[in-house]
């Protein structure tokens, strides 16, 4: 009986021992991310990994400093984890700030909090009484949760005060002086192209105008990133099929030479409350970044979906894609990868504007494969009258 216990006691060692490397492992993946939609979904597969055939359910409370919504995974209650009304408990809980919550039978709820601040709550329903260590374990993943939370939430607002000072420091020296000469230039090329020229002459001047009109482009995007937080965007509810009817004769204008498909598919098209010009911009700009990153043939597909409270707007197009180790900078100010031209103002501009609509901007991406752009807005009723969705429909791959 001796050896067979200390076959046990080895046992149980080398057992804990390979939850604690994969806890580790989960930590190291979490701290490298900056999605965090991958961050929760990562918590509930080691939570299930640890215990074994638990019922999970993961909530992150949201960050208004940069417009991070509130958001559950799964993003459905499913049979047997946390009901509708549970949910809104816990979410009550962590919008007060509350370190400790209501609890609920045969679940266990733990925190995900860093320095007393809730960030969220994991939630699971073993079957089983869980062990001292489970509970240690447990409390261990929701502390390396909470500080990648935590990491994100730093460096999102270092970028957005980066950005806001880079940005306020040029226009301050720049914009202003530059747009009055350049209305003179253009205006004089457009005396020349009206005269009786050869036609070199008429060529060129027209290349003149087309030149400047590109600056000028260039001067409403600079205006457009550092336009005064107290210009407040113009919203009112309307149709979301009727904004893109609205839109449509502009996106087909994109996609004219004929080689790739525009396609646009929508699952919800209800009420939204938009700044049409802000928001025809937003979406024109993606559709801007997708044409440049299709090389030939391709297809650029939007779709639209509701979920608990918000309406979730989806650009997917089959080009080059964008590396992961460059993901994380795409709303930098002036980053650019993979173009030929522009300046890197485009994402920086999709994310203020969505931002300014109370949304969130999300990006996946697989080099190769193609790009997925999501913007995260809220509807414009009442969240009870929501239409849920699959659980895990925006954590999925672009590309399934």
């Not at 799964?74 to 049979?79: D, T, W, Y």
């Not at 008429?202 to 600079?222: F, G, V």
């Not at 030929?340 to 494969?369: A, D, F, N, R, Y």
Request: aromatic share 6%; charged share 20%; net charge positive.
């Amino acid at each position: 009986m001796k050896p067979m216990s200390q076959n046990r006691r080895r046992h149980a060692v080398e057992k804990k021992s390979a939850k604690l490397e994969a806890l580790h492992r989960v930590g190291v993946s979490l701290a490298s991310s900056f999605d965090i939609e991958a961050i929760l979904r990562q918590i509930h597969a080691a939570a299930v990994s640890l215990l074994g055939e638990v019922l999970v359910d993961v909530y992150y409370g949201g960050f208004r400093n940069i417009n991070a919504q509130p958001r559950w995974f799964p993003a459905s209650p499913s049979s047997g984890c946390l009901t509708h009304s549970q949910r809104l408990r816990l979410e009550r809980a962590v919008r007060a700030r509350a370190t400790e919550t209501e609890p609920i039978a045969d679940c266990k709820i733990i925190p995900i909090a860093v320095q007393d601040q809730p960030l969220g709550t994991l939630v699971v329903r073993p079957s089983r009484p869980l062990r001292q260590e489970d509970r240690g374990l447990l409390s261990i993943l929701c502390l390396q949760a909470a500080t990648a939370l935590h990491n994100i939430h730093l460096q999102q607002e270092r970028i957005q005060f980066e950005r806001l000072s880079a940005i306020g420091r040029m226009i301050g020296s720049v914009v202003h002086d530059f747009r009055s000469p350049l209305t003179a230039v253009r205006g004089y090329a457009g005396m020349l192209a009206s005269l009786a020229l050869s036609s070199d002459g008429r060529q060129y001047s027209q290349l003149i105008i087309e030149e400047c009109d590109r600056l000028s482009a260039l001067t409403d995007e600079l205006l457009e990133l550092t336009r005064s937080s107290g210009s407040k965007p113009n919203l009112t509810a309307m149709e979301l099929g009727d904004f893109f009817r609205q839109i449509g004769p502009s996106l087909e204008a994109q996609f004219k030479n004929g080689q790739i498909s525009l396609d646009v598919e929508l699952g919800y098209d209800g009420p939204v409350r938009l700044d049409v010009n802000r928001m025809m911009r937003a979406v024109l700009n993606v559709a801007t970044n997708a044409r440049q990153a299709i090389e030939g043939t391709g297809s650029f597909t939007i779709r639209s979906k509701r979920r608990f409270g918000q309406v979730i707007l989806e650009f997917e197009d089959s080009g080059s894609g964008i590396p992961a180790g460059v993901l994380h900078r795409i709303f930098e100010p002036f980053f650019s990868h993979g173009k030929v031209s522009g300046v890197g103002l485009g994402m920086s501009i999709i994310q203020k504007i969505v931002e300014e609509h109370g949304g969130e901007t999300l990006v996946s991406s697989k080099p190769g494969v193609g790009t997925t752009v999501r913007f995260l807005l809220p509807v414009a009723e009442p969240a009870h009258q929501d239409v849920p969705s699959s659980a895990a429909e925006l954590a999925r791959d672009p590309r399934g």
